[in-house]
């Protein structure tokens, strides 16, 4: 075990009466899970987080997340926050939970943070990147990570369709369905572009925030820009058209990697102690 048992036992029993915050910075390869969010009956990022905060402390805690990654989405930078009555340090919840945790999970990073931050709320931007393997044959190592397009893909031209999202818009027409507790569809998109490298076409993507499906329906429908069946005009007229489900179908869950959570201050600058 990474973190010595003895330790953690005498950290544990410092103190259980005191609750602290704390925020983890998490890595997870999505195949296995159906999103991040708790689902009866089906594996999640936030039941094996749950669970294994649950073996590390005793203590049955709910966890929230910055960003809701669906089914099959991974991410390499997903922000997570709960309460705890641990006195455990954060580098040991960070090694306690790691040898706890599936090996497709994982804690990077842990931090304390003030009592009053709200995971989700104090975001002020998320950030996503879209994987292309942009080849004629397959590749076994990179098809759980990506998103197989065998023709070729005009990245000049994708890329100049994209940039048509940045600035605020009324992006429902790349949103797969407008529920009843969605309060509205602008968002604030600060940078959009599309880069190769090699047989690797990557859709980057920063915004406030995002709606459901957004930027897998958004990468569905540059492929199709990129392989001429859709020319930038028609997609900015997709942008206009603020009809739910216009821009489907979807590329697949499988290219689509949560990379980053920013926020008003840096952790470490706020944080008691951080690995």
Do not use: W
């Amino acid at each position: 075990m990474v973190a010595d048992l003895a330790t953690l036992e005498m950290e544990h029993a410092v103190s259980q009466a005191i609750t602290t915050r704390l925020a983890l910075i998490m890595e997870y390869d999505g195949a296995k899970y159906h999103g991040f969010q708790l689902q009866a009956g089906l594996p999640s990022i936030q039941g094996e987080t749950e669970k294994a905060l649950h073996r590390l402390t005793g203590d049955r805690t709910r966890v929230g997340a910055a960003s809701r990654t669906d089914a099959g989405v991974h991410a390499t930078g997903q922000v997570v926050s709960f309460r705890t009555r641990s006195a455990l340090s954060p580098r040991t919840f960070a090694s306690g939970l790691n040898h706890y945790l599936p090996r497709d999970i994982a804690v990077r990073a842990a931090y304390r943070v003030e009592d009053s931050f709200n995971v989700r709320r104090d975001a002020v931007s998320r950030e996503y990147n879209y994987y292309i393997f942009n080849s004629p044959a397959r590749s076994p190592v990179k098809q759980g990570f990506s998103c197989l397009v065998k023709g070729y893909l005009d990245v000049e031209v994708m890329d100049r369709a994209c940039r048509a999202l940045i600035g605020r818009h009324d992006l429902a027409s790349f949103a797969t369905s407008i529920g009843a507790e969605l309060r509205s569809t602008v968002r604030d998109v600060y940078r959009a572009e599309v880069k190769r490298d090699g047989e690797v076409v990557t859709f980057s993507i920063v915004a406030s925030s995002f709606l459901p499906h957004q930027v897998r329906n958004t990468a569905g429908a540059l492929i199709r820009v990129g392989m001429g069946r859709m020319s930038v005009g028609h997609f900015c007229r997709i942008i206009e058209a603020e009809e739910p489900g216009l821009a489907g179908p979807a590329a697949p869950a499988c290219g689509l990697c949560l990379t980053r959570v920013n926020y008003p201050h840096p952790f470490g600058e706020k944080c008691d102690e951080n690995l």
